[in-house]
């Protein structure tokens, strides 16, 4: 599967590694694993460094009123995106457009930098 979430409940993490092209079932997919295990406030560790988003416009704004559902009664934790080159950089920032949810993200070249950015948020990741 182009997408795998591991929920860590005992860290209030979810760590996500996704691999190759992405396309919004995917991303619903994990989405939905994400809300039936009540783990929307955890932190989400999303590790794309060899993701190739394949989802156009339509997709972006279905992603976005999908996570409107959610957010209208779920907080999100804080998202840290491990990314490299200018495609995953660009995806990543028309996410968090589309996203309606409040919560701080931020995108990094390195797991060690988004770990130790969301222990600053709260969340230590051990690692």
């Given amino acids: 599967m ?7 409940h005992d860290q209030k993490l979810v760590h996500i590694v996704a691999e190759g092209p992405i396309v919004l079932k995917e ?14 406030p955890y932190a989400k560790l999303f590790d794309a460094r060899t993701a190739i ?12 009123a999908r996570l409107s559902v ?18 995953l950089e660009l995806a990543f920032r028309r996410f968090i457009n589309v996203s309606p949810s409040k ?4 995108l990094f ?8 950015w969301l222990a600053t948020r709260g969340f230590p990741t051990g690692g």
């Fill in 27 to 40: 991303m619903e997919e994990h989405f939905d694993a994400i809300v039936v295990a009540n783990a929307m």
């Fill in 53 to 64: 988003p394949s989802y156009d416009e339509h997709d972006l704004l279905m992603m976005g």
């Fill in 70 to 87: 959610y957010t209208a009664t779920l907080d999100s934790g804080p998202l840290a995106m491990i990314a490299d080159g200018t495609p």
């Fill in 103 to 106: 919560r701080p993200a931020a």
């Fill in 2 to 8: 182009p997408i795998r979430w591991e929920i860590l």
């Fill in 109 to 116: 070249k390195t797991e060690e930098e988004a770990r130790a």
